[in-house]
């Protein structure tokens, strides 16, 4: 895992985006991607800021304001050993999102902004500060993480995916 101090800029936004690219190994109880994720510690309850996941086989998005149970249905990746592109989409006014290879996979309802927190940002893993200890292990492999301080649009997501897969294309002029 990777563990990256706080900053200011990595909490305290009225919308945000997460797009990250992952490959699993095992579908196997929860696993955090990116997390900035401590129990009680800043926000006042129990879904301290922000963290994409998978838990099982679904794709999993919580923020201090939603925690997991709102995507009532989480979407599934179908298999093992292949590179899925995620984009996790907090919006202030509307909910959140969820897309997988540039489709939209869920949506929910659930509005608030992405409280301040002091917290450390965890990729690969997820820490527990109720017992002090590291945990959700991500088991595979994860690449091209970005992450933004507003909703990024339809087509910024089409552009993250495509460029990725392998489908762009490179045009020179002489």
């Known amino acids: 895992y990777i563990l990256v101090p706080s900053s200011p800029s990595q909490s305290g936004f009225t ?11 095992v579908f196997s109880g929860q696993q ?25 086989n679904q794709v999993q998005f919580a923020t201090n304001y939603n925690n997991i149970v ?23 006014a509307s909910g959140g999102s969820i897309y997988i290879d540039g489709v939209l996979a869920a949506t ?11 917290n450390p940002i965890y990729f690969g893993a997820d820490y527990d500060g109720n017992w002090n200890f590291i945990h959700r292990y991500f088991n595979g492999k994860i690449d091209d993480i970005g992450i933004w301080n507003r909703a990024i649009t339809y087509c910024e997501i089409q552009q993250l ?8 294309f490179i045009s020179t002029t002489t």
Do not use: R
């Open 15 to 25: 919308d945000m985006s997460i797009s990250v690219w992952i490959n699993m190994s």
């Open 108 to 118: 929910d309802l659930a509005t608030g902004t992405i409280c301040n927190s002091t």
């Open 70 to 92: 709102a995507f009532s249905s989480p979407p599934s990746l179908p298999a093992t050993n292949v590179w899925k592109h995620i984009v996790y989409i907090s919006n202030a």
């Open 32 to 56: 955090s991607i990116v997390a900035k994720w401590y129990q009680a510690l800043n926000c006042g309850n129990n879904s301290d800021t922000y963290e994409a996941c998978m838990v099982g």
């Open 161 to 168: 995916y495509t460029a990725g897969t392998g489908s762009g």
